[in-house]
């Protein structure tokens, strides 16, 4: 069983930076495709990015390409979200999804989730 813990979440102002973790714990954490999520109020699931198990090969959305950068480090178990230049629209609440088998863009396609970290954009 795969676990999943988001940290790194917070308020920060228009233009700046956060760091999100995404740290899992279980077995074949290398194994895994792992899928950022984000949720505003009132909106639907919306895939940001993901990256594959060896991290070799990533994607990204289009409304945060060239301000987010996906990582991640096998030996720490652990996957990250670099977002830089901030919008007000990106406020939501960030989740890490995990799969085996690629990088599906439906969330139900996802068999492991963490509980979201709230990141808000504000002046």
């Known amino acids: 069983q795969l676990q999943l813990v988001e940290s790194g979440g917070g308020l920060v102002q228009p233009g700046g930076s956060l760091r999100l973790s995404c740290a899992a714990s279980g077995f074949n954490f290398y194994a895994y495709y792992i899928r950022w999520f984000r949720q505003a109020p009132g909106k639907e699931r919306e895939g940001v990015s993901c990256i594959s198990s060896s991290g070799s090969s990533s994607d990204y959305a289009d409304s945060v390409k060239g301000r987010f950068t996906i990582s991640r480090d096998n030996a720490k178990n652990t996957v990250y979200l670099q977002m830089n230049s901030l919008r007000p629209e990106d406020t939501a609440v960030y989740y890490c999804?995990?799969?085996?088998?690629?990088?599906?863009?439906?969330?139900?396609?996802?068999?492991?989730w963490g509980q979201g970290t709230q990141v808000t954009v504000s002046s």
């Open positions: 999804a995990a799969r085996r088998y690629g990088c599906s863009a439906y969330a139900s396609d996802y068999n492991y």
